[in-house]
């Protein structure tokens, strides 16, 4: 049974940082494209960042410079360091797996899904 599980949600102030882990299993981790998504009240899933198959890493870019995304393998395990947090980071968090070659963010090619984990930044 495919699993992926988000931990790290939170609620800051504006500047703050927090870190979000995906543990995943039940399937072959480094087959997979792995990223999160992230989706606001009234708005649709937006990819954030991805690594594909090459370790090729995307971010989008209202996260560039201030989002890391990060795996490591040997645990199944992927990461995202946010750092200087800004309101409009508010959203719920997902963790996906996509077999695509190529990351792409779009939740259309996504296999897998975690349940989410929400991150609330004030001002």
């Known amino acids: 049974q495919v699993r992926l599980v988000e931990s790290g949600g939170g609620s800051v102030q504006a500047g703050g940082s927090l870190r979000l882990s995906c543990a995943a299993s039940?399937?072959?981790?480094?087959?997979?494209?792995m990223g999160w998504f992230r989706q606001a009240p009234g708005k649709e899933r937006e990819g954030v960042a991805g690594i594909d198959l090459d370790g090729i890493i995307t971010y989008a870019d209202s996260v560039k410079g201030r989002f890391t995304i990060s795996q490591d393998n040997a645990k199944s395990t992927l990461y995202l360091q946010m750092n200087s947090l800004k309101p409009e980071d508010t959203a719920m968090y997902y963790c996906?797996?996509?077999?695509?070659?190529?990351?792409?963010?779009?939740?259309?090619?996504?296999?897998?899904w975690g349940q989410g984990t929400q991150v609330t930044v004030s001002s």
């Open positions: 039940g399937y072959t981790y480094s087959n997979y494209c």
């Open positions: 996906a797996a996509d077999s695509s070659r190529l990351w792409l963010g779009h939740p259309k090619l996504v296999d897998y």
